[in-house]
């Protein structure tokens, strides 16, 4: 009989962001904030950000190639696009978009439309159409 034990797998440091140390990609219609992704974590499976869309502004329309996205309201209000429906969005609704779907936000409101964006790999694509 072995005293072997199964090798435990070696503990990994978490990663702690602070938003505030974290720079703003600032775009025409608002910002972007990655707080966690490959680049920030090497070998996370995740991304995770808050994307700010300014009154009236939207998005480009895109796709995701290499992952789906989930999308959750924390203010304002906006629309959707899902391929060719429309989908109302307002504080604590969640969208999930699944690999490949084209979409975009519109901010409908007078507020800025801010969301936190998690994305199903660390090493997020995305392809625009606009």
């Known amino acids: 009989m072995s005293d072997a034990h199964p090798r435990e797998p070696e503990l990994e440091l978490p990663f702690v962001a602070k938003d505030s140390a974290i720079p703003l990609e600032k775009l025409p219609w608002g910002t972007l904030q990655w ?21 009236g502004e939207k ?17 304002g209000t906006g629309r959707h696009s899902f391929d060719d429906a429309m989908i109302d969005l307002k504080p604590g609704s969640l969208i999930r978009i699944p690999l490949g779907v084209r979409h975009n936000v519109i901010n409908t409101g007078t507020d800025s439309l801010r969301c936190i964006i998690v994305f199903s790999t660390g ?3 995305t392809v625009f159409l606009e």
Not at 39 to 53: M, N
């Open 35 to 55: 707080l966690c992704n490959d680049r920030l974590s090497p070998g996370t499976e995740q991304t995770f950000g808050i994307s700010e869309i300014l009154p």
């Open 59 to 75: 998005n480009p329309l895109h796709y995701h190639p290499n992952c789906e996205e989930l999308l959750y309201v924390l203010q």
């Open 123 to 125: 090493e997020r694509r």
